[in-house]
T-cell receptor, first 111, second 119 residues
């Protein structure tokens, strides 16, 4: 039982490049979330999903897209990376929406 | 409006001292959940506790204790006899009841308190 895993752990992008962050959970959770963590800001919700095939915007969705084609996977895409997207990205999943299990994080640097 | 306020940005203590991390929250809901997470230098988020709004009983777990007071909208976290391994960033978070205009159980995080425990 791996819990919540994130791929990759680290990535460096140049401005304008694109990439996809993968979140996978093996707990059969319906709800999945993407957060970003910036220094002194805590974690802020980017997008979330309440089930396979559904996604919705969170607090800071601009510049990101997501997809939930399979229940166990939640993908976060950056179509044209900007330095402002340099951050640590956390994925979380939840069974009952009140207790979230977090992945180990992905550290992204955009130069 | 910020829903969770952690006014202490950084705290430094010497090993074996007691330390309290403050958390003040804001919500219009009568049903909500409060959380504390620990983020050690390795970066992962470690769940510490969840408390629902109907349970004001204080909780103790080893050297950790939590004081929930609805009257002051506070959910403070105390570490007794602190140790170097307690050095981390601690986040308080709030989740509001589903269907009350909230984003389906999303967590509102405070900005965190960096705790450093010196040997």
């Amino acid at each position: 039982n791996a819990g919540v895993t994130q791929t990759p752990k680290f990535r460096v992008l140049k401005t304008g490049q694109s990439m996809t962050l993968l979140c996978a959970q093996d707990m059969n959770h319906e709800y999945m979330y993407w957060y970003r963590q910036d220094p002194g800001m805590g974690l802020r919700l980017i997008h979330y999903s309440v089930g396979e095939g559904t996604t919705a915007k969170g607090e800071v969705p601009d510049g990101y897209n997501v997809s939930r084609l399979k229940k166990q996977n939640f993908l976060l895409g950056l179509e044209s990376a900007a330095p402002s997207q340099t951050s640590v990205y956390f994925c979380a999943s939840s069974y009952d929406m009140y207790e979230q299990y977090f992945g180990p994080g992905t550290r992204l640097t955009v130069t | 409006a910020q829903k969770v306020t952690q006014a202490q940005t950084e705290i430094s203590v010497v090993e074996k001292e007691d330390v309290t991390l403050d958390c003040v929250y804001e919500t219009r809901d009568t049903t909500y959940y409060l959380f504390w997470y620990k983020q050690p230098p390795s970066g992962e988020l470690v769940f510490l506790i969840r408390r629902n709004s109907f349970d004001e009983q204080n909780e103790i777990s080893g050297r950790y204790s939590w004081n929930f007071q609805k009257s002051t909208s506070s959910f403070n976290f105390t570490i007794t006899a602190s140790q170097v391994v307690d050095s981390a960033v601690y986040f308080c978070a709030l989740s509001e009841a589903v269907g009350r205009g909230s984003t389906l159980g999303r967590l509102y995080f405070g900005r965190g308190t960096q705790l450093t425990v010196w040997p």
